[in-house]
C-alpha cells in the first residue's frame, strides 16, 4: 500500500482503535480453576474487576493451594480477554 494512502486514511485507523478501546471496556469475560472454587471476572482491556474466592479453601493448610488457584484463574480470564479483543479487532476491520 501506498505510504501516503496510509497517512490519509490515520485519523479513521485512530477512531477505529479508539472504538474498539471503548468495546474492550464494555466486555466481560471469567476465567476460574479449581472447578470453580476461584473466579476472576476481567473486562476486555485485561483489567481485573472482581476476584471471588470460595471459603472453602480460606483454611491456612490451603494457602499454597489458593496461591495455585489464583494464579491459573486469572491467566484463565487473560485468555479469555485476549481471544474477545481479536474477536472484537476482527469485527473493527470488517470481518478480515
Known sequence: MN???LL?????????????????RTVTVVGESGAGLV????????????????????????AQTVEVLLASAINSAIAEARTKAMEIARSNMGGA
Open 8 to 24: 490519509k486514511n490515520l485519523p479513521g485507523l485512530q477512531q477505529k482503535a479508539q472504538e474498539m478501546q471503548q468495546k474492550l
Open 39 to 62: 473466579k476472576i471476572e476481567m473486562n476486555g482491556a485485561m483489567e481485573v474487576v472482581s476476584v471471588s474466592i470460595d471459603p472453602a479453601v480460606f483454611d491456612a493448610e490451603h
Open 3 to 5: 505510504p501516503y494512502e
